[in-house]
């Protein structure tokens, strides 16, 4: 009997011997291919869950595989350090957020280690480390000296009770109170830093170069929110002032008869009327206390206030009411909008609750001439709209997408351009009457990256009585976040009241100024880590300049960018965005000489409960690896995670499913280790069976290899067990003296190498073989080798030989009664007729009876 199989033994071993001999160590080497992977880094919260798990091991195995194949592989990992969760630690449990979060950094590496993955440990990077945030600070003045960071006001979450900003999450139920205290938050407009990330907006759409998971385009297409439309002039009746308008429906002009402002526009105060005020200011401020996603919410009841004020309509000249409503939102188009009930349902609502006319401009071709009882926001043509009647319009369709299919739904012509039709036809119009233009617009708005917390990096930034807004220049970076500060249990940020961090002097005429005291989101900071791990602290200890590079530029020029990234969806349009307009910013600034920072992208699902819920303490559902891996070795769950689910749905945690893991894990261990049944020495295998074993064999490479290449590894797991099951049954048979045997049972371990590194290793050792497995090369097919045998079949109409047809050997009883009705001597003696009785011989014949 072979030594038992005990993982917790075998798996510590070969990890501590791959991390002293630097087996996963990544260095240039141009005379190989490159192959970047890398999976998202853990936020340092304490715990290593089941989720991260889930999104790593599969992530490493397929980087496993690529290494296999030939390519120089590059795995790193990392921490996303700074964050809320430690500040709210800190006031918890009176303990300094660095402490905090090195502490779980310490016990993660350890798990992160207890998985057996290929990370290069020598680059990782720590993002609350100042060797990495100095260089988050460089990029941010690099925005700044390309014009593309700036400070304005905005609105914030404020709890007037704690006197603190508040983070959305701290933001609790429906009447938005502070989390600590319940008191209700309102909006207050501070000073703040935004990245301008709205100048790539067109490029951003762009997703050409990559191959990127539709969901995850169709989320950023969406969150950008490209219109086209025009740019309409209003003007105040009273004093003239613009109100410009963007509009995706120029041909409904002449149906605006109401105007709408945000509550936040700047004009709203000044054109209400005192008779308006009281009302308008209650209905502002009650507005700001609101998140934006409930403001747009379809289904809530429309409200707003008449201001008093009346603009002009530029293309009939007539007067119509303006007032304010929180559906409209200052951070899309201009914060204003001409309000046509005709054609949109918010509108038409506003108007029927608060009695404003509904004039009709496009209709159906069949319209009766009565009003309308909803808004009409389909193509049409244009009614009671001067010069312009009679137009067809396509409303929400574009010249490119108008079919003749379309034209014949609506009753309208075919042939369609900028000249005939409406929309566009309005458009030169207004052009040539200088009273708008063509414009688009995006839902996109620039990024705000100010937070008013302490743990994470300091905004490089001086302000100085005499000269203004000033750069910490770039030799004087890291600013450093101070140790010695005491934590509000508001959550105010201790930088506010730390003297020796605020008051400082200005770099450029020596006098007295205070540092910026907001700190970085940390999206700052994962935006660029990718760049990072070309070699961890780069330049440390060094004074920097506007002209550095941020990372090792012979590494970078090697590794990048990005060959394949894996995470989670839930980043579609923040983190994956965000390091996308990094890249772009970066290759303007001729630091990179790419567009994008991760050609290939594979988002994972989740991992529920085993009551199909999502993981939560309350529940009691939570699935703690480490358990998993002291009960069962870290094999046994990487297996699980990439059997037991697809890896880009996940799906509830099966107790069952982890003990099928392990048995698959034993039985290839007695196989690989027992000696062969002495009868099977009594005879010699013959031909047959050596290459059913070969086509096996061949069939496996194959199906494993094309696995792993499309990210199946849930079937790439089950082809092992497949092969291993047939390995088990041709070990009882004379082949197993063969040497077609020894080169199978290599195949197989080095088959499961990149999902099960540690029982591969150890086999493979135990075989004699070459150390490591996971420096061998991954097995090819010959398709030759893997055709499955072909044998004739005779088809009997009757007992009578009628046809014959060739199948594979294991043909299918149901595929061969197919083929054998399909055949031009059945049908002919068929004719048309159903058999009684379709009998098949495996291997010989099909006997159709009538």
């Known amino acids: ?116 993955a290929m990370f290069d440990w020598r680059r990782e990077c720590v993002t609350c480390e100042p060797e990495y945030y100095r260089w988050t600070q460089w990029f941010f003045l690099k925005m700044y000296d390309a014009g593309l960071a700036y400070k304005k006001m905005a609105p914030v979450d404020f709890c007037p009770t704690c006197n603190t900003t508040l983070a959305r999450e701290q933001v609790w139920g429906e009447d938005r109170h502070c989390e600590r205290c319940g008191t209700p938050v309102i909006k207050k407009d501070l000073a703040q830093w935004f990245l301008r990330i709205t100048a790539y907006a067109e490029e951003l759409l762009d997703f050409s170069g990559l191959e990127w998971p539709e969901r995850v ?61 009281a009302a308008v200011e209650a209905y502002v401020e009650q507005a700001r206390r609101m998140a934006d996603i409930e403001r747009e919410a379809v289904d809530r009841e429309k409200t707003g206030v008449f201001t008093g004020a009346y603009a002009i309509n530029p293309v009939n000249n007539e007067r119509i009411p303006i007032w304010v409503a929180d559906y409209v939102l200052m951070t899309y188009g201009t914060g204003a909008i001409m ?50 009647s009679g137009y067809p319009t396509i409303a929400k369709y574009s010249l490119a997408e108008w079919t003749p299919e379309l034209a014949a739904r609506y009753g309208l012509p075919a042939e369609l351009n900028e000249l005939n039709e409406g929309r566009h036809a309005v458009t030169r119009w207004l052009e040539q009457q200088g009273i708008g233009k063509f414009a688009v617009a995006y839902r996109l708005h620039d990024w705000l990256i100010s937070r008013q917390r302490y743990w994470g990096a300091p905004i490089p930034m001086i ?204 039985r290839v261990w007695n196989l690989v280790l027992e000696p062969p049944a002495t009868s099977t020495r009594q005879e010699t295998a013959d031909e047959a069976a050596i290459r059913d ?75 004699g073989r070459p150390y490591s497995i996971h420096q061998q090369a991954w097995p090819t097919w010959d398709e030759a080798l893997a055709a499955e045998e072909m044998i004739t079949i005779v088809v009997q109409v009757n007992g009578k030989v009628r046809d014959r047809f060739t199948a594979p050997a294991d043909v299918s009883a149901e595929e061969a009664q197919a083929r054998a009705l399909e055949t031009d001597g059945a049908r002919k003696y068929l004719a048309g007729r159903t058999p009684s009785k379709v009998i098949y011989v495996p291997g010989r014949l099909v006997n159709i009876v009538l």
Not at 45 to 67: C, E, K, T
Not at 581 to 600: I, N, Q, S, Y
Not at 636 to 661: A, E, H, I, K, N
Request: net charge negative.
């Open 1 to 116: 009997m072979p030594d038992k199989w005990i993982p917790q033994e075998i798996e510590p071993k070969w990890q501590k011997k791959w991390e002293a001999d630097g087996l996963y160590h990544a260095h240039v080497d141009p005379s190989r291919p490159k192959h970047y992977a890398l999976t998202m880094y853990p936020y340092p919260s304490g715990d290593l869950h089941i989720g991260h798990w889930y999104a790593m091991v599969p992530s490493d195995a397929r980087a496993r595989w690529m290494r296999m194949r030939g390519y120089n592989v590059l795995f790193p990992m990392g921490f996303d350090a700074f964050g809320l969760p430690a500040e709210n630690a800190a006031i918890k449990h009176k303990i300094h957020p660095k402490e905090w979060t090195y502490a779980n950094i310490e016990r993660m590496r350890k798990q992160l280690r207890s998985m057996g």
């Open 339 to 388: 309000a046509v009930p005709c054609g949109d349902q918010r509108d038409f609502e506003f108007a029927r609750k608060y009695d404003l006319p509904i004039p009709v401009v496009v209709a159906p071709v069949d319209w009766d001439g009565r009003p309308f009882e909803q808004a009409y926001t389909e193509p049409g043509v244009m009614v009671n709209s001067g010069p312009f």
């Open 217 to 277: 385009i169709t989320m950023q297409r969406n969150w950008i929110g490209r219109s086209e439309g025009a740019e309409v002039i209003f003007r105040t009746e009273k004093g003239g002032h613009a109100l410009p308008v963007f509009t995706t429906r120029p041909d409904t002009l002449w149906g605006a008869t109401f105007m709408v402002l945000a509550p936040e526009h700047p004009l709203v105060m000044e054109l209400t009327t005192d008779e308006q005020r």
């Open 463 to 666: 302000e100085c009585p005499a000269c203004g807004i000033v750069p910490v220049p770039y030799e004087e970076l890291p600013v450093l976040l101070p140790d010695d500060v005491e934590f509000m249990p508001t959550g105010e940020s201790p930088l506010k009241f730390h003297e020796g961090f605020r008051y400082t002097t200005c770099p450029r005429c020596g006098g007295p100024a205070e540092r910026e005291t907001d700190t970085m989101d940390t999206f700052m900071c994962s935006s660029w880590y990718q760049y990072a791990y070309m070699e961890r602290h780069w330049k440390a200890g060094q004074p920097l300049s506007a002209n550095d590079i941020p990372f090792n530029p012979a590494e970078g020029a090697y590794w990048l960018p990005v060959d394949q990234y894996t995470g989670g969806v839930e980043h579609a349009t923040m983190h994956l965005l965000y390091t996308r307009f990094f890249t772009k910013a970066m290759r303007d600034m001729g630091l990179v000489p790419f567009d994008e920072p991760m050609l290939r992208l594979f988002n994972q699902g989740i991992i529920l409960g085993e009551d199909g819920e999502k993981m939560s303490k309350s529940r009691g559902n939570v699935i703690a690896p480490d358990d998993l891996v002291q009960r069962y070795g870290a094999d046994v769950v990487r297996g699980y995670l990439m059997f037991g689910f697809r890896w880009d749905q996940g799906g509830p945690w099966s107790s069952t499913g982890v003990l099928g893991v392990q048995r698959f894990l034993e």
């Open 693 to 767: 074993l070969r086509r096996k064999q061949h069939q496996t490479i194959r199906r494993t290899t094309q696995d792993m290449e499309r990210f199946s590894f849930n079937t790439m797991v089950a082809a092992l067990m497949e092969y291993s099951n047939y390995l088990v049954k041709a070990k009882e048979t004379p082949v197993v003296h063969t040497p077609a045997w020894e080169e199978a049972i290599d195949t197989l371990l080095l088959l499961m190498a990149p999902a099960f590194p540690h029982i591969s290793e150890e086999l493979w050792m135990r075989r």
